[in-house]
């Protein structure tokens, strides 16, 4: 027995006849009739009683075809999920980005990639470097963009850009008239740093010791819309990512790229151990073509 003879029997049934259900399957009706008689012969019961209004199910006919029409039923929608699959229709994608890239890179990319699979459902966390890059190796998300490095041999890490450090300056102070920031116009100030574990913020004292400069920070913000208004509002100098700096106010603040860059490299995260989705596969493609196109502003 298999699924085709139930099938043709549901069909039977449900047309009321086998030339009926020859059209609807598209068969011939000696096909049909074929497969009945097997069905029947395998099944040592009589599923039909043929007289002169035609084919009458039996009461073991009846039964079986209670139980076949949920099987039949059950496959229908098996199958449209199946070719629904494309589209992504019953898929559900969980991701974790840094809050600098969720202002207006990864917002842009996400609406184009919407707009070729409006059937797929996203899940986006903001999340620090270092706890999406934990959360990822646990298996407990799908994706994970970030700027820490890591080598947990689970992490498949894919480069898609350099995150640039700029500076952020209140609109009147005397450095925001200079075309860009040498590490020299910073030395003996008070700078408003981003946290410790940032990238940028390590790679920036860094760059400062080895010109043999030096800085005073008093505070450390985390959120770079925050140090934008922090600046804004007459805090003082900022250090800040490019991405964040796009939420500045023109008519308050001005942002000035170093002379000799700072950045980080931005990395796509996924788990190896954690089976690969068609929506995460689609995904990944597409955030690393955006990466490609991307605009630093």
């Given amino acids: ?97 840094m ?75 005397p450095l925001a008239e200079k075309r860009e920031i040498d590490f020299a116009d910073l030395n003996g100030r008070r700078i408003i740093t981003l946290s410790a574990p940032d990238e940028l913020q390590r790679n920036f004292q860094a760059m400062m010791l080895m010109r043999g400069h030096s800085y005073s920070s008093k505070i450390e913000i985390s959120l770079g819309s925050m140090m934008c208004k922090v600046v804004e509002a007459g805090g003082g100098i900022g250090l800040v990512d490019e991405e964040s700096a796009r939420l500045h106010d023109p008519g308050k603040s001005r942002v000035l790229r170093f002379s000799t860059p700072i950045s980080t490299p931005i990395y796509l995260l996924r788990n190896v151990n954690k089976p690969k989705t068609l929506v995460s596969k689609l995904f990944s493609e597409h955030i690393i073509a955006m990466a490609g196109s991307r605009d630093p502003g």
């Fill in 99 to 173: 809050p600098a890239l969720s202002i207006f890179w990864l917002p842009q990319a996400t609406a184009k990639f919407i707009h070729s699979y409006p059937d797929a459902t996203l899940a986006f966390r903001s999340r620090s470097s270092p706890e999406t890059v934990q959360l990822v190796a646990r298996g407990e998300l799908d994706l994970g963009i970030s700027q820490a490095p890591s080598e947990d041999a689970s992490l498949e890490k894919i480069k898609l850009f350099d995150l640039n450090a700029v500076c952020i300056l209140p609109i009147d102070h």
């Fill in 1 to 97: 027995m298999n699924y085709r003879q139930f099938e043709v029997f549901v069909a039977v049934i449900e047309c009321g006849s086998v030339t009926a259900a020859a059209e609807k399957l598209n068969l011939s009706q000696p096909a049909v009739s074929k497969s009945l008689k097997l069905l029947e012969t395998e099944l040592g019961i009589r599923l039909f009683l043929r007289g002169i209004k035609g084919l009458q199910a039996t009461d073991e006919g009846r039964s079986l075809y209670l139980e076949a029409s949920r099987m039949t039923d059950n496959y229908a929608h098996l199958e449209g999920f199946a070719r629904n699959l494309p589209q992504m229709e019953h898929a559900r994608l969980e991701i974790s980005c």
